[in-house]
């Protein structure tokens, strides 16, 4: 079992995990802050404030910080000097909040949605993608997907996204024009549950994945299960590879990175997630565990 290493307690629910410029960067939701810190944790800095809650986080090829904003449904940006501005208006193409997403080299942002009001238990409904383009017009571009959520870019030109209620990583060839191809497995784990109830669903599912990371030297990703305290290897076909403990608390993100690659950043939060409990009772920490295989 790998040694766990703390690197930042007492947060609210830390998501959104990025590897960047030589720091590590996330989301605490009910603080309303996204943070970044060196690879051993220290020199925390408050990077931005996000009043309606902040989820997936991203950068432009110039530097400039995105984020999601989910209670608003907005995506917000952080200019040179500091102000913080909105980017796009998700509100008109989601009926429900955004969440993770992931930022291209040519600075297109891939937006997941929740798809249905989870915090009220509604029956289960897909969601799709919208992609975010550097001026800021949105076009929804995917298929329904079973709650959209961590993603990555693979060279350029592959798509991959958690499908949380899906039991399963799907994979999109990201074509010239910004479209992408239709849908395929890049892993599953299960049968695609068929309850529409939340609680049934979650019953069916073998792997929650949530936060994924970028692809490693060999090709797999690790993944997020947030129903469970770990975090896991997987390889393309959705084989499980390796898998590191989170202890007592459910890991919701994870990234690879550090000086050499090889360092795995997981958030993790009590399996309670009610936003009152999280706010009154700050639980969820940034932990890490050093890696066999580097980032790609």
């Known amino acids: 079992m790998r040694q766990l290493t703390v690197l930042l307690d007492g947060m609210t629910h830390t998501e959104g995990a990025r590897w960047h410029d030589g720091r590590f960067w996330f989301s605490d939701l009910y603080s309303e802050r996204i943070y970044s810190m060196r690879e051993d944790g220290t020199d925390v800095r408050v990077e931005m404030d996000v009043p309606q809650c902040p989820s997936g986080i991203g950068w432009l090829p110039d530097g400039r910080l995105l984020a999601v904003s989910m209670h608003d449904r907005k995506l917000l940006r952080r200019e040179h000097d500091g102000a913080v501005v909105t980017h796009a208006e998700l509100f008109p193409f989601l009926e429900f909040e955004p969440n993770d997403m992931v930022v ?4 297109r942002a891939w937006v997941g949605n929740l798809g249905f009001d989870v915090m009220k238990l509604a029956p289960r409904r897909p969601g799709r993608l919208a992609r975010v383009d550097p001026d800021g017009s949105v076009v929804m571009v995917s298929e329904p997907l079973h709650f959209p959520n961590g993603s ?3 060279d350029g030109r592959t798509l991959v996204v958690a499908e949380s209620f899906g039991n399963r990583m799907s994979a999109f060839d990201i074509q010239s024009d ?4 239709p ?7 299960g049968a695609v549950p068929q309850n529409d109830d939340v609680i049934h669903s979650m019953a069916e599912i073998a ?3 949530d936060g994924i990371s970028q692809v490693d030297a060999e090709g797999a990703i690790w993944v997020a299960d947030f ?14 590879l390796d ?5 007592d608390r459910n890991c919701y993100a994870c990234a690879l990175g550090g000086v050499d690659g090889r360092t ?4 993790v939060t009590p399996a309670d997630f009610n936003p009152e409990v999280r706010r009154t009772h700050p639980m969820s920490a940034v932990v890490s565990a050093r890696v066999d295989v580097p980032l790609a």
């Open 243 to 247: 898998e590191i403990q989170t202890d």
């Open 207 to 209: 792997v929650a994945a």
């Open 104 to 107: 291209d080299a040519k600075g």
């Open 264 to 267: 795995l950043f997981m958030c």
């Open 227 to 240: 129903t469970k305290a770990h975090a896991l290897r997987v390889a393309p076909g959705g084989a499980i």
């Open 152 to 154: 990555t870019v693979i």
């Open 183 to 189: 849908r395929r497995d890049w892993a599953t784990f």
């Open 178 to 181: 910004g479209s992408l191809s």
